[in-house]
């Protein structure tokens, strides 16, 4: 089973930061987190990871709380193309990913 | 190339026979995964390989489902006496090594049982 939780959709603006949260309260002291999206029919895509301190990269920023209990990916200005199924996992050997959050970026 | 890829794209077969899907990771990528993805729904795990340790099976949902990697490079997903249930796309994504660095996914072959 997968080591996350997430919610199932989340609706955001167009031009609005979408804020995407994610549970991982049985993580380890040595694994990352890393975030993952698909654009329906299309592999999911790498979008950023991080260990215990926040993280920023071209297309998002990851804030981990203190406890790494759980984390929030960041889109800035989120975009009509950012519409896509958003799944946080917790890196081990095996990759289990959870359902993930339907993040629809409306006009 | 440079990328992960697999074959066919797209398979179309009738109830009750085998089909043969093959992934090729990228060069030098010792972690080997597959998941299916079901119209809808999010990626299941099925298998994990890891260099030349024994995989990791335990996705695997019947004893119709077997994979194999040979030479540490290409794999290939055997679904023995398909069922309508097993239609879905199936992706592959290989890392450099298990632990570290970001997952690489192929684009998928979409299997359709009839």
């Known amino acids: 089973d997968a080591k996350t939780t997430q919610p199932t959709s989340m609706d955001c603006a167009e031009g609005r930061a979408a804020n995407l949260p994610c549970n991982h309260s049985t993580i380890s002291g040595n694994e990352y987190v890393y975030w993952y999206r698909q654009i329906h029919s299309q592999g999911p895509q790498y979008i950023i990871h991080?260990?215990?301190n926040n993280e920023t990269n071209e297309m998002a920023s990851l804030i981990i709380t203190e406890d790494r209990k759980s984390s929030t990916l960041i889109l800035p200005h989120a975009t009509l193309r950012d519409t896509a199924v958003y799944y946080c996992i917790v890196v081990g050997d095996d990759m289990r990913f959870g359902a993930g959050t339907r993040l629809t970026v409306k006009p | 190339g440079a990328g992960v890829s697999q074959s066919p794209s797209n398979k179309v077969t009738e109830k009750g026979k085998d089909v043969e899907l093959r992934c090729d990771p990228i060069?030098?990528?010792?972690?080997l995964y597959w998941y299916r993805q079901s119209l809808g729904q999010g990626l299941e795990f099925l298998i994990y390989f890891q260099g030349n340790s024994a995989p990791d099976k335990s996705g695997l949902p019947s004893d119709r489902f077997s994979a194999e990697r040979t030479g540490g490079s290409v794999s290939t997903l055997t679904i023995q006496r398909t069922q309508q249930e097993d239609s879905a796309v199936y992706l592959c994504?290989?890392?450099?090594?298990?632990?570290?660095?970001?997952?690489?996914f192929g684009e998928g072959s979409r299997l359709t049982v009839l």
């Open positions: 994504a290989s890392r450099l090594w298990k632990n570290t660095g970001e997952l690489f």
């Open positions: 060069s030098g990528h010792t972690a």
């Open positions: 991080g260990l215990k």
